[in-house]
């Protein structure tokens, strides 16, 4: 196992490094000169100069590529234009914040979203699977920004049932992983009553049920068990959508994540916030896939560790 993690881990670095270069080109390909929203409106030509040959923005492109890469290998993610604070300390203030928000809503899309499939799939065509189908198909095509306005309106004004700000406790995380696992818990919905049609299909189900083994052993022990591959896979992808997909619900709710942090930084042209905000996105969207994959030989140990 610690073999496969290595050489997991190993084959990431130049997936990261891809990003950082695809990153580092993005933002200097947008619009707004840094050197000028440093130095301020009122300056000089000579002060922006001198501002752009301090920090480096004179040099060719490839040049300040690797001064950053050199910055980032060795944990410094320079400062923000905006505030005038470390990257990192910007980024370790908000990214507890996304991390409890992903995960509340992922356990939401987990524990609501595979008993939805695992009924929808044992009573196939019934009511109940055409009323979940629907709403999983209505929970991937709601707006999330939509979704998130509504239940606002009807649990904090009309209801008055939570608040509207967010510093509340777990009272003010109900309605943000709510939007937020509106799709992650369609999509487990359907892949897990798809996956789940799929394996009951198989002989060695029909086999267990002659065997005299109950219904309910037969969709737990057998079907699903056997489901979870795919379960976990998906899960585990929604979830790292989920940590790079939280800027609108964080943007709607005034959640003090990762998101809202990367938008504000995006409108003021805060180019090392936005850089490093996305890196770190990308990053643990490459950590939760690996961890992933370890969780799949872990379910299933007769695949191969290659």
Not at 63 to 89: A, C, E, F, H, P
Request: hydrophobic share 50%; glycine share 6%.
């Amino acid at each position: 196992m610690a073999k496969f993690v290595l050489k997991r881990i190993i084959t990431l670095i130049p997936i990261l490094l891809v990003v950082s270069i695809l990153i580092f080109l993005m933002v200097h390909i947008m619009p707004g000169d840094p050197a000028r929203i440093i130095a301020g409106e009122s300056a000089s030509d000579a002060d922006i100069e001198n501002v752009r040959k301090a920090h480096g923005f004179d040099k060719p492109l490839y040049q300040q590529y690797g001064m950053y890469l050199k910055n980032v290998v060795t944990g410094d993610l320079g400062t923000s234009i905006r505030t005038g604070r470390s990257v990192n300390s910007e980024i370790s203030s908000r990214l507890p914040n996304t991390v409890k928000l992903a995960t509340a809503a992922i356990i939401i899309a987990i524990a609501v979203g595979i008993p939805i499939g695992v009924i929808s799939a044992t009573k196939r065509y019934s009511i109940f699977d055409n009323a979940s189908m629907f709403a999983a198909l209505f929970g991937l095509s709601i707006p999330p920004f939509y979704l998130g306005l509504m239940l606002m309106l009807i649990f904090c004004v009309q209801l008055n049932w939570l608040p509207l700000n967010n510093d509340s406790g777990l009272l003010s995380l109900i309605l943000p992983a709510i939007t937020l696992s509106a799709r992650s818990l369609a999509t487990i919905a359907r892949m897990t009553r798809s996956s789940m049609l799929e394996v009951m299909g198989q002989d060695y189900i029909q086999t267990a049920r002659a065997q005299g083994f109950s219904e309910k052993q037969v969709i737990f022990k057998h079907a699903l068990k056997n489901s979870m591959n795919t379960i976990v896979t998906v899960a585990g992808l929604q979830f790292g959508y989920l940590l790079g997909g939280a800027v609108i619900t964080e943007k709607v709710f005034a959640w003090p994540g990762l998101g809202e942090l990367v938008v504000t930084a995006i409108r003021a042209r805060d180019f090392p916030v936005v850089q490093s905000t996305i890196l770190i996105i990308a990053a643990a969207f490459v950590l939760v896939n690996l961890i992933v994959d370890i969780l799949y030989v872990i379910i299933n140990p007769r695949i191969k560790l290659n």
